[in-house]
C-alpha cells in the first residue's frame, strides 16, 4: 500500500523558518521524482519544489521561492524534506508531497502552514 505522510507544518511568524517532512512507503522511493506542492484558498494547487531520483535532472525550485526553500531527500529513510526559511505570508497553504514512480503518481493528505503575526 503506498502512503505518503507529511509532518512539520503550523503557524510561523513572517521571517521564521519550518521543515516539512513527508514519509514514503509502498513504491521504489529511490527511482522516484519527489515534489512539493502547495494550495493556498481559493488557488490552484502549484509546484513548489521537485528533487530528481538519483542520477535525474536537476532540482527544480518555483520562482518565488528560490534562496528560500531547499528540497532534499533521504533515500536510506526513504523521506523527503522541505527547508523553508524567510517566510511570508504569501506562503500560507496546504503543502503536499508528490512522488512520481514511472507515470504513477502518489499524493500526500497534506500539512497546513500559516504564515502570519
Known amino acids: 500500500q503506498v502512503q505518503l505522510v507529511e509532518s512539520g507544518g503550523g503557524l510561523v511568524q513572517p521571517g521564521g523558518s519550518l521543515r516539512l517532512s513527508c514519509a514514503a512507503s509502498?513504491?521504489?522511493?529511490?527511482?522516484?521524482?519527489m515534489s512539493w506542492y502547495r494550495q493556498a484558498p481559493g488557488k490552484e494547487r502549484e509546484l513548489v519544489a521537485r528533487?530528481?531520483?538519483?542520477?535525474?535532472?536537476?532540482?527544480y525550485y518555483q520562482d518565488s521561492v528560490k534562496g528560500r526553500f531547499t528540497i532534499s531527500r533521504d533515500d536510506a529513510k526513504r523521506m523527503v524534506y522541505l527547508q523553508m526559511t524567510s517566510l511570508k505570508p504569501e506562503d500560507t497553504a496546504v503543502y503536499y508531497c508528490?512522488?512520481?514512480?514511472?507515470?504513477?503518481?502518489?499524493w500526500g493528505q497534506g500539512t497546513q502552514v500559516t504564515v502570519s503575526s
Open positions: 508528490k512522488g512520481l514512480y514511472y507515470t504513477a503518481e502518489y
Open positions: 509502498g513504491f521504489r522511493f529511490s527511482s522516484a521524482d
Open positions: 528533487i530528481s531520483r538519483i542520477g535525474g535532472d536537476t532540482d
